[in-house]
């Protein structure tokens, strides 16, 4: 039995808008381990960053609501948590980085006195104790210059630079859990590269564990343990990185690995690179069945009639298909 | 804060106050009307005697030497010289400028302190009764003349409940403490009335960029850092929605004059807008242009004031 830090079971997270209840998360299981990085995988609007949000509690409640569900963090549910509670938990225990790095910053404050903030409040430093800790952070993100670069606002760094700054702030108080979401989508290819080693290199040293909430399946393969695939709200597929990519079970995985585009397979006008036909459906009124059955190759009766749950297939890879 | 960014601010108000006032003096060239038409219509005064005063006056000399006569005496300190009050222009102006602007200062400071707060608290809550409330006496507020919520105030305030006094009077009997009574027992109903009908337009302003912050992504990152809600709104909400908000104070600033000349004549307030009106009236030139050069240095000067705060609100200003 691993040390499980965050168990999410069965979460429901809607919203509430003029046209109906849109069930943006529509029972989702995930479990985190200590020291462990977890993919979450999918296409836009499938879930992923509202579930990420959903563990901090930073959804906007109203419109936003807790349906039905447990998010247990280290055995504990936080869903009837208040405020005060939850702000113990943010950035000390469970920090969270975003996709845009350049509106993630507020632009009139320094970056320094930006991740001093954090510092201050949580491990009730003063000022300038905060200040020197946030160049320190500064300087572990590998930002040259740190001890002048604190007193820079964030438009004097570029998208790559304020990234780190994130993970800097993010990391600043060493919380057991680090989620990022799509971090690297909003970053040219060469800084992709330099913000997930980083990331690496900074889950070495401070033992944590990281959800990665990503849309690229190149991005799960390097970096992950375990990848959870999420299609329409809900989990479609939870698999061993190496099972995932070795022997995807559900069509939509199987799919979403072929359109991965490959430079060993011959680009002729005989392989060209596969899409999954279609769009997600409406989270409004979601089809009665298997939410993939409309796009899927293999659709049957049986799949538009009732959900298919989850089942285990071979150790640790579930999926949730009648195939 | 950087002080290059103030000094290139304050370069930049002088070519504007020179143009203004060729502009002012301009116009008051090309208008209609003689200081000395009352002597025309008197048959006691020879037409000689009125042209040789037009003559000692410089009233027949070209628009371009008359600036340049008018500018190198205001430099000087020379206003020039009131033709309806037998006064100097500077004297005059003096007597009256700090009514006006303890009427307008305390009526901003009254809308700011009532628009911020509303605002901020409308926006936190959209759409709840409390926003429902403050939209409606907003609406209320800038839909609303002054010389009508004036003349309201004085009809509830000074003739129902008699109140407070409905003629602003200069000469008060009393000394210490009684004075300054009176005299902000007088002012309160100018203030409130300038200051409503600007809080107005200040509350929506106030609570749609409010609105427009609280949805960015910097915010959400407060949030995460586990700061508490009332510290993410004072720190990271409302200073940077303040950001639009000083542009539309400084924008408003000519209507808060042009209010307050309003206002003035209702209240009957001894201040520079009553004596801009009277000037108008009498063709007296001289004051006119010393009263509308001064209120357009003001407003100069307070948008120089903004430019300062924008660059303290938000550093990517002040580094150009």
């Known amino acids: 039995m691993q040390d499980t830090l965050l168990d999410i079971r069965g979460l429901k997270t809607w919203f509430k808008t003029e ?47 807790f349906e039905a569900g447990q998010i247990l963090w280290q055995g504990r549910d936080i869903i009837p948590l208040d405020q005060d509670e ?42 300038r104790q905060a200040m020197a800790g946030a160049a320190e952070m500064l300087r572990l993100v590998n930002i040259p210059n740190p001890q002048k670069r604190v007193h820079d606002y964030p438009h004097q760094f570029s998208g790559g630079m304020r990234q780190r700054v994130m993970i800097a702030m993010a990391l600043s108080c060493q919380p057991k859990l680090l989620i990022a979401d799509e971090p690297t989508t909003a970053l040219d290819v060469t800084i992709q590269a330099q913000i997930l080693e980083l990331m690496q290199e900074m889950k070495d040293k401070f033992g944590m564990s990281i959800m990665l909430i990503t849309h690229a399946m190149g991005v799960v393969a390097e970096t992950c343990q375990r990848v959870t695939v999420m299609y329409a709200g809900k989990v479609v597929e939870e698999a061993p990185v190496e099972a995932l ?68 297939v071979a150790p640790g890879h579930r999926v949730a298909c009648v195939l | 804060m950087n002080r290059q960014y103030i000094i290139r601010r304050l370069l930049i108000a002088i070519p504007s106050l020179l143009g203004i006032s060729v502009i002012l003096f301009g116009i008051l060239a090309m208008a209609p009307g003689d200081p000395f038409e009352e002597l025309a219509t008197n048959p006691a005064i020879p037409p000689e ?71 901020v ?31 309201v105030l004085i009809l509830v305030f000074s003739i129902q409940l008699d109140w407070l006094p409905f003629v602003y009077r200069a000469d008060i009997n009393a000394k210490g403490w009684a004075f300054y009574g009176e005299h902000i ?19 929506r302003f106030m609570r ?40 539309l104070i400084a924008l408003q600033l000519p209507a808060v004059f042009g209010g307050a000349i309003v ?38 000067l307070f948008n120089l004031i903004a430019d300062i705060l924008y660059g303290w609100l938000d550093p990517r200003i002040s580094f150009r």
């Open chain 1, 19 to 65: 046209d109906g209840m849109v069930r943006a998360v529509d029972g989702v299981d995930l479990r985190i381990d200590r020291g462990e990085t977890v993919g979450v995988v999918g296409e836009s609007g499938c879930g992923k960053t509202v579930t990420a949000r959903s563990v901090l509690k930073l959804i906007d409640m109203p419109p936003g609501r």
């Open chain 2, 121 to 151: 608290l409308a926006a936190i809550k959209p759409y709840s009764i409390f926003d429902q409330i403050a939209s409606t006496f907003a609406m209320i507020g800038f839909s609303l003349p002054t010389f009508f919520t004036g003349l």
């Open chain 2, 49 to 119: 005697v009125r042209m040789a005063l037009r003559a000692k006056f410089g009233l027949d000399d070209p628009v371009w030497q008359r600036y340049l006569h008018w500018f190198s005496a205001m430099v000087q300190g020379d206003w020039g010289f009131s033709f309806q009050s037998r006064m100097d222009v500077d004297r005059l102006i003096l007597q009256r400028l700090p009514v006006t602007l303890i009427v307008i200062g305390a009526s901003q400071i009254l809308a700011i302190s009532v628009a911020i707060p509303v605002g």
């Open chain 2, 185 to 203: 027992k007088q002012s309160i109903m100018p203030v409130v009335v300038l200051g409503l009908a600007q809080a107005g337009t200040l509350v």
């Open chain 2, 208 to 247: 749609s960029s409010v609105l427009d912050v609280i949805r960015l992504d910097y915010v959400t990152t407060a949030r995460s850092k586990g700061i508490g809600e009332r510290k993410v709104i004072v720190r990271h909400v409302v200073r940077n929605a303040l950001i639009p908000v000083v542009t």
């Open chain 1, 245 to 312: 990519f070795g022997d995807p079970r559900h069509p939509y995985t199987q799919g979403l690995i072929r359109s991965i585009p490959r430079i060993d397979r011959a680009v002729s006008r005989q392989a060209r690179l596969e899409s999954i036909q279609g769009t997600v459906p409406s989270l409004l009124n979601p089809p009665a069945g298997c939410r993939f059955a409309a796009r899927c190759k293999h659709a049957m009766d049986i799949c538009t009639q009732g959900i298919p749950p989850l089942k285990e």
């Open chain 2, 263 to 300: 206002t003035e004549q209702i209240f009957r307030v001894p201040g520079i807008g009553s004596l801009l009106i009277a000037a108008i009236q009498a063709n007296d030139t001289p004051v006119v242009m010393g009263v509308t050069f001064i209120i357009s240095c003001l407003v100069v």
């Open chain 1, 86 to 127: 939850m702000n113990q938990i943010r950035a000390r225990e469970i920090a969270i980085i975003f996709q845009e790095p350049m509106t993630s910053l507020n632009p009139v404050y320094t970056v320094g006195d930006q991740i001093a903030e954090v510092i201050a409040l949580h491990q009730k430093l003063s000022p």
